[in-house]
């Protein structure tokens, strides 16, 4: 089922670019948890477009309305309706693209799926857009897991070449809110500095310029997730992969593991302070596809936004004349620095549904902070 | 639902190491498909162990018996359980570690899970042993889509730090076949060559290494897979992290496109003998989860057994003192040239799958080759 | 997950009585039907209360807001979100009862399950008003049913012991068009009459009445379902058990056939015009879950209104003190009757969903109507 | 999926009649779970045919072999396969009957839709012979349950027109294990005689007999279940249409509720020793599809064996010419005495995994028999 995702904790998007409105839908909530709303409002600002010469024109205010579930400031159990309106649609500015698909987006796979019968202004159910509500439905889950303790954080690791310094091994969660605090979401401001330079150099040149996010979850108990086909990367990847624009992930080292030797790679096992840690974290807090008790440490690779203001070869549907394409409207030249939040909401929604999803040491047994 | 992964074709894996047996259960094969057993014993044996000196000493024969489901070399459209007998269990090899976790292994995120409960013999239901049933269910997959011209092949990419040529961007069924035929799957043998004396020198040092793998699909008409988290990088990502030591995937370009500007990473559209075409692939044949007509291309990372001779620091569970351990018994020193087969026979499971769950441009409408 | 049933048509209802607004979420809707907003309307008029002495004074619009999944009259094949305003709810007549469960109601176990989060004025989630948003996704569905030739319609097959005459064994879709065109929904309007003088005897005793509610399906291809657990039963009344107050459900002749011989109940098969038919149909066009292609034909029993003006014994929540309990408000004295389309509503659902979901022969396959 | 049920608790029924083997795949039982492996035998014993006259000649031992899952007596948390031989097959008696399909079966049904594909020989997976890898998952499930001092137990209620008295409004457990000791589950052993009778005159007749099965559960906390399409109604609904033959289900009074008054109907809320209760249980310890904390009580139609030996109408197919049939084999005259344990252990399984869904009240506050 296409925009749903979760196993106890569901959660379903809904909304096109240019419709009446967008929104989500969370069915599995635990009931009585106390959602602050302007700690929300805060957490979807981080993703908000329009703040600064980095990001598309586009200004929305994306105030979520509570249609269900909420009550008196808490959750009730029942499936929570967050609805969005949408305010500030230009269609007309996305008129001529209707029968020329833009390369890399997904005009020409949604016109073969659905013969031309999905409503694509704007990149219609595929916009960035649709990445609000998942902020709404990821800000609550945010609220409830750090209320036990659980923290999910993410900064921008790279633009084009330029690359942040990594996490450390061990991310705590007090590095995780200083980055969150920040309107540029880097550990590094120096090398924060030197991709909004590349940002805006893409930008000057009618270009974009793609990047990476790393994510940390800390406070997570060893023993949550899966064998097999449900463990946390299995559970992480698929719905990270439901994020515009994101063609990678790797876990822990990822990738440099597969150049690694073993003993290299595996952590060994210690214990400090009467409890069973690795020395390392290489794996990034997941063996078997269950926790380890150390922190959860993944990065997602971001394309560049395939929506650039220079001509483009493409084709003419349906019959495939030969033309070219200069895509006008609101673009971010990069899209990254605001699916950093994006990464962290969709990550809290996966671990919220992780622990609510295991019979065994399950959430209630995660001792909710007094 | 930890060892299942699929929608409409479900496949759930079951077994341990060391227990009774092995198999798999897939529901929702279509009837009326033949199913041809040589060409399958075939596609198992290409994950097999013990056929030379890269490989694990253990020997099993690994036939499979079908408990249901077919019935005069066909299916019949009721779920197919294979069954595979566990016939050269040695647990003694691996008493002496039960209480002390291998360095990243599953045995204390498991442990921590089930408190000791699981049957974690020679890796439980972790076991690599595991992925024998999964090729015996993808490879009745491959045979059904390749009946269709839908191919799914993949080569080593890499070992350690000695690398395969890639896949072209465009890569075609007689290059997948021509790896499928070789006894090390890889395009250039020559750098094959390196890997495996990379395999040989782990080996020596009582040591193991990681590698990569290149996946890549021909055939599969535009317009299959779904928006948000249930496109096919979703699904992809979701079931191939079930293999065992799988740490990062990436698609098309991956990595390098976050690093690219959006005039390289766009693939631009054109048309060739009436079909719409894109002149690069670099998002390797999926715009916005759906596929593009243009091959699926994909890569994932191994991480090196973690399974090696030298003497490696952990503790002892439950209390966590310290101590070593050395890892006897038979372990391959790489596992990622096995793991290709894994690889193809996940892939053909989703891919059949999706093509299964896709209501509109359906199964039916692939024209099944006379 | 709750609130939502459905295998590639999913629906979720979200709301309750008497919070902003309830709605329900389609996923899965095939792209490209049109639907007709004015026969969508007559069709949700029909469950509307208000109309008559029959029914609570409860007068809402229950005009449905199209948030998303629809342009220009015509599906796209995204989510469908549909949202109703609350806009006449008086809370004040529910306060004295939040510490009261109502005897039959879910105050108590939802009291139970969630203890005390949950929003339950007026019912909240548990409240017949949900059924409004299952009527505006169940009336699509139909229409999407109809232009494939198939209709599913119902009617009231009793109120207390006064019984409509059944359905014949055949019934055809004329049949269901001439009772879903009436404003009392029975066979014999003499029977519907002695149906409505005991309704009202109801209401005059400050009391309520059960009733039943037959429904058929007509126009289903025989091949459709699935053994074991998703057959035709299953699916059905695994989601008519989810409209409040239905106990009961039995198909074809249903408990009757549990008091025949084999050679009774048997329907033997003939062939009429080139067509494989059944003579009988005492099976209610179902076998081993799957449609023979005969009529589907099923009965529900509708459990009493709780809510009764009389003083009932309850007791005081938490502690358990006995006390009793007048339950003001508007209340119907029979819901049975506007249960009738919802019935419809949901049957038409799960038709359409076993439709999308069958692999083999699939929703393509059932031409569409010209 | 058409097989298999269960939401945390997932269970998985493959095999055919006349095929290799017939099985369960149980995935997600709890670890650390001991098994009475004699005690399963004892209760898979009581769905055993070929004990008596009433019964089928077929005589299996129905040994179940634990291929995975369960090591030393106890459950791993790791999927659970079941596996029975198929021994004692004679597909000669069935050849005649391939193109015939015979009245009330689902040979038509799945000829149409698998066209001709399935494996029917003897019913094929639509076989009551599937009911025994259901029996061995639903003693599992008993044996849990039972620990934490729910009991779900049944009596054959009717057959044909003769009468077992019923249950009363609350049952208790060892009222259940008493007639789960009887040969002839029944309440009243004069009743029973009736019934046997009844069941040896259709056998006389050539014919066979329907009839009804009675099943509570005892023990189970308040505040299990969820609302609309998640309660223990829908759940159990949708699993228990999965046993053949069963035609309808009614919870507590069921029909008879449709043709009350409020007044009748309502249990009335009570306390005693300090637990709420209900002081009468028409409901069937169910409202809002959430547990009351009274026994859960329902009732299945079973209609009569459909296999008959008088000539019965019926078509060859595919052309549809008129013939008959006489059915040779090994039949039951009446089935609904041995379905009584099919219908406990289903339950057993629902309620089962209604525990392990329920994120809230959950499993673990259950406390576990010392």
Not at 71 to 97: E, K, M, Q, W
Not at 347 to 363: G, K, R, W
Request: aromatic share 6%.
């Amino acid at each position: 089922m296409a925009s749903t995702f979760g196993e106890k904790l569901r959660i379903s998007v809904f909304g096109e670019s240019h419709g009446n409105g967008i929104g989500a839908l969370i069915e599995g909530l635990p009931a009585g948890e106390t959602i602050d709303f302007e700690q929300l409002m805060r957490f979807m600002e981080r993703r908000q477009g329009g703040r600064n010469a980095l990001s598309t024109a586009r200004k929305e205010p994306d105030i979520p309305e509570f249609v269900s579930g909420i009550f008196d400031n808490h959750t009730t159990g029942f499936p929570v309706c967050i609805r969005i309106a949408n305010t500030n649609t230009r269609s007309g500015d996305y008129n001529n693209l209707a029968m020329k698909p833009r390369p890399s987006h997904a005009d020409f796979s949604a016109y073969m799926k659905w013969h031309g019968a999905a409503d694509m202004r704007g990149g219609g159910h595929f916009s960035g857009r649709l990445t609000a509500p998942l902020c709404a439905a990821g800000g609550i889950a945010k609220q409830i897991l750090e209320r036990r303790g659980i923290f999910a954080g993410a900064h921008l690791s790279s633009v084009g070449t330029v690359q942040d310094v990594p996490f450390p091994m061990l991310p705590d969660a007090a590095m995780l809110a200083e980055i969150a605090a920040k309107d540029f979401p880097v550990i590094s401001d120096e090398k924060g500095a030197g991709m909004q330079a590349e940002i805006l150099a893409a930008r000057e040149a009618s270009d974009s310029v793609g990047g990476s996010i790393e994510c940390a979850v800390t406070g997570l108990p060893a023993g949550l997730g899966d064998p097999m086909f449900d463990g946390i990367e299995n559970r992480l990847s698929r719905a990270l992969f439901g994020i515009p624009a994101v063609k990678g992930i790797e876990f822990g080292d990822g990738f440099s593991l597969s150049e690694m030797r073993g003993s290299q790679a595996n952590d060994p096992f210690s214990s400090e302070n009467g409890k069973i840690i690795t020395k390392s974290n290489r794996n990034g807090g997941i063996l078997g596809g269950i926790s380890t008790g150390m922190p959860i440490r993944f990065r997602v690779a971001i394309k560049p936004t395939p929506s650039i203001a220079q001509p483009q070869e493409t084709v003419s549907l349906p019959q495939g004349e030969h033309t070219t394409i200069e895509i006008k409207g609101r673009h971010d030249p990069c899209i990254a620095q605001r699916a950093v939040p994006v990464v962290e909401a969709v990550t809290a929604l996966v671990v919220l549904d992780l622990i609510l999803s295991d019979s065994e040491p399950n959430y209630n047994n995660i001792a909710k902070e007094k």
